[in-house]
């Protein structure tokens, strides 16, 4: 199993839309795919809700691929390494780890 985590500082840098053009690349080679959504907008999670209510207007809509999971990422380190170690077992070839913006650091004053 491979795992690849996107990161970036900044915020709009495009680390989604990476992440879901990765998993859509390796779907499209037959691979089963877990995202793990770990930014605070939540896209990844959104991502069946928006292609569900897509205006499909003379396309046929395709059924959402049985291989694609997108899950929330647990809250500890013990956790995503329990998570990884489940999904290997499940038969999964590809986790993409979508990340966040890092916290802007708070300013020291000196007196």
């Known amino acids: 199993m491979q795992v690849i985590t996107i990161v970036q500082t900044k915020g709009g840098s495009g680390k989604t839309t990476t992440a ?3 998993a859509s690349a390796a779907l499209n080679l037959g691979r089963v ?3 793990i959504d770990g930014d605070v907008n939540a896209q990844l999670g959104r991502w069946r809700d928006s292609f569900e209510l ?3 207007e003379g396309a046929q809509k395709p059924n959402w691929p049985e291989s ?3 899950l929330s990422p647990p809250e500890s380190v013990e956790g995503l ?3 990884l170690d489940a999904e290997e077992a499940r038969g999964v070839d ?3 780890i979508d990340t966040g913006r890092a916290p ?3 300013p020291r004053t000196s007196v």
Do not use: D, N, R
Request: charged share 0%; glycine share 0%; no cysteine.
């Open 20 to 22: 879901m053009l990765l």
């Open 33 to 35: 795919v877990t995202l």
């Open 54 to 56: 897509a205006a499909w």
């Open 68 to 70: 694609l999971s997108i």
């Open 81 to 83: 390494l329990s998570l």
């Open 94 to 96: 590809l986790v993409v």
């Open 104 to 106: 802007i650091p708070t």
